[in-house]
């Protein structure tokens, strides 16, 4: 997400409808699911996307441990005349525990049209925030759900303090446009999920819309047939990390290392001044891989939308454009802004945290990056910078504590990206350039498709570096001081 406290400037340090219409619920036949994977061959090609689910500590109304979404298939039509969103979502799962019914996170304001699981009608309804589906699955077994839905999206509020925060999910607007930012929980405003960070899966997308609209989603783009736009994913995806959009969108396309096929997706006239960033993306990609290794993904781009903030979803970047103030104000964050969303390919996306207190896994990696970048940038030293990171440091720490377990009520705030960027410092001083790239690299490479939490990092940094790092992370992440 994008940082608040962005910009490091050159010679100074500066911070920069719900449908109204009740469920209607089929009869419900038995339904049960295959004792394990092994008895059910064709789910080997959602192999990828297990995962151990977790529940939340921090938001936990939100994801349930005991289902584990291997793929979502997602078929949507957009009607821009009536916003209303009508989808089919087939997901298949694995039990992760006995259940005696299947509880996902969907909104209240879709109408469920009908229910299967395994092939077999079952009843499903919402009550707050959850989908129930009635059906009893033993442990390790796998089932195909298919929920057929339609409604206006409606969005829940953002859980921070944030100056650029906007309600989370899919945002209908006056024009009948669609567009989401949904990190942690805004997914389940327009498809049924397990909306947690621990439970990642493979998705393919197809979306309809009417002529001269555009749909644009995250993952590898798969074609157009008609008005129906195509995407696939082969990395597994966090919830959080996938987008939507519909609108009146021109794209343009281009080239990053290696062949990587680029696309950006703008509003003619609405997006013109940030074009020029776009299309620097190749350069953004060709400094991290430098920093930390091959782009994980098999497409990249970034997607406009009418947005005060930025999102690092996985494959297509979800980019608005803040008021930054000045000018040059504009040129240097939006810059930054960008190079951060693209360093959360690395770190958060191929890697994601299994749990919201390790947001700053996310964003401590991004945030750092974002600083060696723009320090190298704009000439800043790494006394100038440390000197004003741990006064910033200390502000944050006594206003929102420590970032190793931040408030429910105060979501992706400055903490959980200065304090562990800062953090990172004192490790790459200790080791060096060339020890804390091959860190960064293999951090990310190694991990890539899967969930990691504090003590994995800290295994894993001292099993890279040959030195025990563990009070040094710990003091760092959960002192209500900067430590010396």
């Not at 009607?79 to 006995?98: H, Y």
């Not at 092939?119 to 298919?146: F, H, I, M, P």
């Amino acid at each position: 997400m994008r940082p608040l406290i962005p910009l490091v400037l050159c010679g100074a340090l500066a911070l920069g409808a719900c449908s109204g219409e009740e469920p209607k619920p089929a009869p419900t036949q038995a339904a049960t699911a295959s004792a394990s994977p092994s008895a059910n061959p064709e789910f080997d090609k959602y192999a990828a996307g297990r995962s151990t689910p977790v529940a939340d500590p921090v938001y936990p109304g939100y994801g349930n441990p005991g289902v584990d979404v291997l793929h979502y298939g997602l078929e949507l039509a957009w009607a821009p005349e009536t916003k209303v969103l009508t989808g089919t979502a087939t997901l298949q799962l694995r039990a992760a525990a006995d259940l005696s019914d299947v509880k996902l996170d969907f909104s209240k304001a879709y109408s469920i049209d009908g229910v299967t699981l395994n092939g077999a009608s079952v009843t499903g309804a919402v009550d707050g925030t959850k989908l129930t589906v009635a059906g009893k699955l033993a442990k390790d077994g796998l089932a195909e759900l298919v929920i057929r839905y339609h409604g206006t999206p409606t969005t829940v509020a953002m859980p921070s303090h944030r100056n650029d925060v906007e309600p989370l999910g899919l945002t209908v607007t006056k024009d009948g446009a669609l567009w989401t930012m949904q990190e942690p929980y805004g997914a389940s405003t327009w498809y049924p999920s397990n909306d947690q960070p621990s439970d990642k899966a493979l998705y393919d997308i197809s979306v309809s819309v009417p002529d001269g609209w555009s749909a644009i989603a995250g993952g590898t783009p798969k074609g157009k047939d008609g008005n129906l736009f195509r995407y696939s994913t082969t990395t597994p995806v966090a919830t959080y990390l996938t987008t939507l959009a519909v609108g009146k969108y021109k794209q343009e396309t281009g080239t990053g290392p290696g062949g990587l096929p680029l696309s950006y997706w703008y509003r003619p006239g609405a997006d013109d001044k940030a074009l020029p960033y776009l299309r620097k993306s190749p350069q953004y990609l060709d400094w991290l891989a430098k920093h930390f290794g091959p782009y994980p993904f098999d497409s990249a781009g970034v997607l406009m939308v009418p947005s005060a903030s930025g999102m690092e979803t996985q494959q297509m970047i979800t980019m608005g454009l803040p008021d930054y103030g000045s000018e040059a104000d504009f040129k240097r964050g939006f810059d930054a802004d960008l190079l951060h969303e693209y360093a959360h390919q690395w770190f958060g996306d191929a890697v994601t945290p299994t749990n919201w207190n390790d947001l700053w896994l996310n964003e401590g990696w991004a945030e750092y990056a974002q600083f060696l970048y723009t320090n190298e940038r704009d000439k800043v030293t790494d006394k100038q910078w440390e000197d004003w990171a741990r006064t910033t440091d200390a502000r944050l720490r006594k206003t929102l504590g420590p970032p190793g377990k931040p408030r429910a009520d105060s979501f992706a705030e400055s903490n959980v990206y200065i304090c562990p960027a800062l953090m990172l410092h004192q490790i790459h001083k200790q080791i060096g350039d060339e020890a804390f790239f091959a860190l960064g690299t293999d951090w990310a490479q190694k991990n890539r498709g899967t969930a990691q939490d504090r003590a994995s990092f800290i295994a894993f940094v001292n099993q890279h570096t040959g030195k025990d790092f563990t009070s040094l992370i710990n003091t760092w992440l959960d002192s209500p001081t900067t430590p010396k």
